[in-house]
């Protein structure tokens, strides 16, 4: 999906946000939408359909400014988490640059959290790609009802469940009050543009549209 355009000096990178349903993928992109000029954000597109559930996907486009001369412009996507939604989340992941792996830090979804992200590391594998391979950060999010009369999960179970393997960044995050949202956006920019950047380097190959 990354496109490096030489002639117009753009970067096009995908960023996709993963995680079961509810854990606040859309509340993320929705803050980030609310927070930024016309200028840098683009349509915020949600396809939806029962409440506020997303049945579909959701996709913003925002235009990050210039890193060396080039602007960099990014598609967030997010995927529905519900189970029967697997078809959508593989099609959201095709083209991929970088991920934010959303864990929910209510306890009542502590199994889901964990399926969601075999789920998504079996879903990179039909795309021939690995975790290891694609930049990735953990957002944990809902801190915010840490401590509340609702049972939550710990940062460590969290850790032990998603972290283990990957030991990559944590954005402690609560996305409804815009706690570590754009901490969480800036990270996997970076990341993202320098992983784009790099393999282009690498196959030496610009792609022009
Ligand atoms: N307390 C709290 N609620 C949140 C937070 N983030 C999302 N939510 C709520 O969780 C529900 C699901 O969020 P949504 O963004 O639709 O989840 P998605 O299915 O991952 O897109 C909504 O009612 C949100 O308001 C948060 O950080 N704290
Ligand atoms: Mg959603």
Do not use: W
Not at 143 to 165: F, G, Q
């Amino acid at each position: 999906m990354a496109l490096i355009n030489l002639s117009k000096r753009e970067i096009h990178c995908k960023i996709v946000y993963y995680g079961s349903g509810r854990c606040g993928k859309t509340t993320n992109l929705l803050y980030i939408y609310n927070a930024m000029n016309n200028k840098a954000r683009g349509k915020m597109l949600t396809i939806e359909t029962k409440g506020e559930r997303t049945l579909f996907f959701d996709l913003l486009p925002l235009n990050l400014g210039k890193i060396n001369g080039f602007d960099i412009r990014i598609q967030l996507y997010t995927v529905p988490g519900q189970t029967i939604y697997k078809a959508t989340r593989k099609l959201v992941l095709k083209g991929v640059d970088g991920l934010v792996f959303v864990a929910d830090y209510l306890k009542v979804r502590h199994e889901k959290n964990i399926e969601s992200f075999q789920d998504l590391r079996r879903n990179l594998l039909e795309h021939n790609l690995t975790l290891e391979e694609i930049p990735i950060i953990l957002q944990f999010n809902k801190c915010d009802m840490v401590p509340t009369p609702i049972p939550t999960l710990t940062r460590e179970e969290l850790e032990i469940d998603l972290n283990r393997e990957l030991n990559t960044k944590i954005f402690e995050a609560a996305a409804t009050k815009g706690i570590g949202v754009f901490e969480t956006l800036k990270e996997i920019s970076k990341r993202t543009v320098h992983y784009v950047a790099t393999k282009h380097l690498l196959t030496n190959r610009a792609v022009s549209r």
